[in-house]
């Protein structure tokens, strides 16, 4: 089994999302599949049913992949104080060539959320950052060219510290 890396906040959101759709999700599957049952008698061609059907088929695909995904993580904390980017932490960043500032979090690669602005350690990105220190610049190889950016502060997400 290949174990992933995952910080405790994602290990919580994913366990949270997995019994989400154990209780809730199922149940509301189960009661979509009785009502389009009782619609019509023949249920090869009742499409609310075989939808419902689908619905359920994709529920139980969720549900299985979340649950191998936890079985196969190991939780990491950050390595506080150690003045490194690591895992599970803030990292203020500055793109040296337009100056833009961005500011991301490190997680494992299950977690990621670019949107949430959750980088994995395994993208060009969090490879670049991972272990270096405030002052430091990261080259990033990425789709568009070389990215280079200026680390310039390593803290705890905001919600841990």
Same mark, same amino acid.
């Given at each position: 089994?290949?174990?992933?890396? /995952?910080?405790?906040?994602?290990?919580?959101?994913?366990n949270?999302?997995?019994?989400?759709?154990?209780?809730?999700?199922?149940?509301?599957?189960?009661?979509?599949l009785?009502?389009?049952?009782?619609?019509?008698?023949?249920?090869?061609?009742?499409?609310?049913?075989?939808?419902?059907?689908?619905?359920?088929?994709?529920? +139980?695909?969720? /549900?299985?992949?979340? +649950?191998?995904?936890?079985?196969?993580?190991?939780?990491?904390?950050?390595?506080?104080?150690?003045?490194?980017?690591?895992?599970? +932490?803030?990292?203020?960043?500055?793109?040296?060539?337009?100056?833009?500032?961005?500011?991301?979090?490190?997680?494992?690669?299950?977690?990621?959320?670019?949107?949430?602005g959750?980088?994995?350690?395994?993208?060009?990105?969090?490879?670049?950052?991972?272990?270096?220190?405030?002052?430091?610049?990261?080259?990033?190889d990425?789709?568009?060219?070389?990215?280079?950016?200026?680390?310039?502060?390593? +803290?705890?997400?905001?919600?841990?510290?």
């Amino acid at each position: 089994m290949n174990e992933s890396l /995952i910080t405790k906040d994602g290990f919580a959101r994913l366990n949270d999302e997995l019994e989400q759709l154990k209780s809730d999700g199922r149940r509301l599957v189960a009661e979509r599949l009785r009502q389009a049952a009782s619609n019509e008698a023949n249920l090869a061609e009742n499409t609310e049913y075989l939808h419902a059907r689908e619905e359920q088929a994709q529920l +139980e695909r969720r /549900i299985s992949v979340l +649950e191998h995904r936890l079985r196969s993580s190991r939780v990491v904390e950050p390595c506080l104080g150690n003045g490194r980017v690591d895992l599970g +932490e803030r990292v203020r960043v500055r793109d040296l060539s337009s100056g833009r500032p961005l500011e991301v979090e490190l997680v494992g690669p299950l977690e990621a959320d670019l949107a949430a602005g959750r980088v994995s350690v395994a993208s060009p990105l969090g490879q670049a950052l991972v272990g270096l220190r405030d002052g430091e610049v990261a080259d990033v190889d990425a789709p568009r060219g070389r990215l280079r950016y200026e680390v310039l502060a390593v +803290e705890l997400p905001a919600r841990a510290a």
